[in-house]
């Protein structure tokens, strides 16, 4: 296994700093989904929806094939970001995420990755400078690929199964109607978070996005 980050530290990055807007470092915005029609609504694509809402925020659409992911590249204000839909499924998102940081050689305090949580509330946002998977296989993927944990991530509360459903049943339901109507604002408050994150840095975004529940000890 390739370990992208001792290519980026021979670089003399600070992987907890990201790189200043306009510094020529492109951010890397990954959503966590499923390629597929029959994915398209359920609760583990919350990844690939924001995508969606960003690249049409940033009036563009998804149509090249890069990496094994479907790439939107655009600026904003200074920045040049380039947002990423792994077509791998969901279990190997790692292989698409490492190829693409080598490829464009992404620091990791540029990465940030988006994907459900069944452990926040519906509607919940929770940006994270570093953390491990909690369980989550396409992060999990990640993880192992790049060989830390060392950087930035944005957990969309799902919330848990009801009764007895196990988890993996849950998060490849689509989304009920009540549900959406909370995940319809939601995906607008991450992208806004999202672009503070690139403008501003991790710290603004944590600061300004993460509203504390009782209910989320993390």
């Known amino acids: 296994m390739n370990d992208i980050f001792a290519t980026i530290r021979n670089l003399r990055l600070n992987p907890t700093e990201p790189q200043p807007a306009g510094s020529g470092e492109p951010f890397l915005i990954v959503g966590l989904g499923n390629p597929g029609r029959q994915y398209e609504k359920n609760r583990h694509n919350v990844g690939f929806m924001l995508l969606n809402r960003l690249a049409a925020r940033l009036n563009q659409s998804f149509s090249r094939l890069e990496g094994r992911a479907l790439l939107v590249k655009a600026n904003y204000q200074d920045c040049r970001l380039i947002l990423a839909k792994p077509q791998?499924?969901?279990?190997?998102?790692?292989?698409?995420?490492?190829?693409?940081?080598?490829f464009y050689k992404i620091p990791p305090a540029n990465l940030i990755v988006a994907y459900d949580?069944?452990?926040?509330?519906?509607?919940?946002?929770?940006?994270?400078?570093?953390g491990g998977s909690a369980g989550q296989k396409g992060m999990q993927s990640i993880i192992e690929r790049l060989g830390s944990e060392d950087f930035p991530r944005l957990r969309i509360g799902i919330d848990?199964?009801?009764?007895?459903?196990e988890a993996a049943d849950y998060v490849l339901q689509d989304f009920s109607r009540?549900?959406?109507e909370i995940i319809e604002p939601t995906l607008d408050r991450a992208?806004?978070?999202?672009l503070t994150f690139v403008t501003g840095g991790l710290n603004k975004a944590m600061n300004l996005y993460n509203v504390s529940n009782n209910s989320d000890p993390s």
Not at 117 to 125: C, T
Not at 160 to 165: A, K, L, N
Not at 191 to 194: G, I, L, M, N, T
């Open 160 to 165: 848990r199964p009801p009764g007895r459903m």
């Open 191 to 194: 992208c806004e978070a999202v």
């Open 178 to 180: 009540s549900q959406l």
């Open 117 to 130: 949580d069944v452990d926040l509330p519906l509607g919940a946002l929770r940006l994270r400078p570093t």
């Open 88 to 102: 791998t499924y969901m279990n190997d998102s790692g292989s698409s995420v490492g190829s693409l940081m080598r």
